[in-house]
Nanobody, 118 residues
């Protein structure tokens, strides 16, 4: 059974930084993609950034140049370094794992709140 555990959310002033971490436990097959989504109140969940097990990364336009995603395959951990945070970055951030073997599987973390004050 795969589980994702997130940490690192919190309250920060605009212009500040936070680092989110997410560790996957269980049997993790490759190829896979680990990433972060976010959901603000009244809005749909949206992709923030994701990275494959071979290092290919993809970012939402709204976070390019401010956020950096990275991963440690040996630890099954993905990180999201968030700099120059804006109030509009306020949301619940969810860790996501997609496993693409013969059967597609997707897993979600419980979410961590990020609040950016103006």
């Amino acid at each position: 059974q795969v589980q994702l555990v997130e940490s690192g959310g919190g309250l920060v002033q605009a212009g500040g930084s936070l680092r989110l971490s997410c560790t996957a436990s269980g049997t993790i097959f490759i190829p896979n993609t680990m990433g972060w989504y976010r959901q603000a109140p009244g809005k749909q969940r949206e992709l923030v950034a994701e990275v494959t097990n071979t290092g290919g990364a993809n970012y939402a336009d709204s976070v390019k140049g401010r956020f950096t995603i990275s991963r440690d395959n040996a630890k099954n951990t993905v990180y999201l370094q968030m700099n120059s945070l804006k109030p509009e970055d306020t949301a619940v951030y969810y860790c996501n794992l997609k496993v693409r073997t013969l059967v597609f599987s997707e897993y979600w973390g419980q979410g961590t709140q990020v609040t950016v004050s103006s």
